[in-house]
């Protein structure tokens, strides 16, 4: 005959009172209202129910009592190792991380690959709200998001006007980058950016396209650079502006080899981040070239990599920035109207920039 197996049945809440000799209610504040109890007694509680194999309120049965997910979701449209991968976006997320922990709640990613439309992640996240990190005006990640009958905030793009937005004055850090190197003497140029749209295009950009683009943060800093160069003569419809779809060290080495082979005598090379200027930075020494003398490099972000190789760029707070988005979406208070937070910037003057050669020449030796 075979033998029954005795399987213990895990304690309950009831249970658990029932041992003590105390309330039901007693029980769940030693969970989730600690100061609600003497410390002495919540020790009991914990004890006992550690004892008992009591795991503690069931998580899902409390949010729907109380319609509270006790977490904010973090929409990025990326693959989920790009949150721990990029520099600015780890800076962002310990921000955002930061205000999580002030509020004691908790922090869902909600990554989705910019190249599919399955949104079902969106719909499936339990959480009280989104805070929404660099997508294009028109990806369905959004879309869903703001179907949902929660807070949201949008850090960086897109600025919806009707959604409350944490960022930065992109056009006009890059605006101010752009007159520094005018002072120097740059006028021949090309840019290498980021991607403008969900399509892929890795490579030159017509200005349809520049004008047109979806993610608001890069065609404002080509706004800023192409309203800079304008204005002193340079014809901005001949300027080259390569695309890359990746952001990557490697996307900048082949964007820069790109521009550099259609036009060898461009004296400055602006890239909208910091990681696409690193691998301009290494093209241009595996063509020999000396930077900043032969060719200036710049970048915007202002990241650790970027101090640490001397780049000239345009520094953002990327912690704060995700701080506020938390504490914007975490404050309950009733408003009646978006509110935007604008957070200053910093131009960085590093070694990667100088007057070009000829420039140099002409001040020091007159026409």
Known sequence: MARSMHVRRPATLASLAAELGV?????????????????????????????????????????LRTRKAGAVGLLLTENLSYAFRDPAAIGFLE?????????????????????????AAVHRAGVDGFVVYSVPDD??????????????????????????????????????????????????IGVVCMRLARDR???YVSLERQRSAHFHVQRARIAGLAEAFTEVGVDWAGVPVVERFDHAIASGASAAAQVLDRDPRITALICTSDILALGALGEARKRGLNVPHDLTVTGFDGIREAEQAGLTTVRQPVLEKGRAAGKLLLDSAERTRPRSVTLATELVLGSTAASPRGVVEERWFGP
């Open 23 to 63: 309330s039901r209610t007693t029980v769940s504040n030693a969970y989730n209202r600690p100061d609600q109890l003497s410390p002495e007694l919540r020790r009991r509680v914990l004890e006992t129910a550690r004892r008992l194999g009591y795991p503690g309120p069931d998580p899902v049965a409390r949010s």
């Open 95 to 119: 921000g955002l991380a930061l205000a999580c922990e002030d509020a004691g709640t908790g922090l869902l990613l909600v990554p989705a690959n910019p190249e599919r439309e399955d949104v």
């Open 139 to 188: 990806d369905p990640h959004l879309a869903a998001v703001l179907e949902r009958p929660v807070p949201t905030v949008v850090c960086d793009q897109p600025d919806l006007g009707n959604v409350d937005r944490v960022g930065i004055d992109d056009r006009a850090a890059m605006n101010s980058l752009a007159k520094h190197l005018i002072s120097l003497g740059h006028r021949r």
């Open 201 to 203: 295009n890795d490579g």
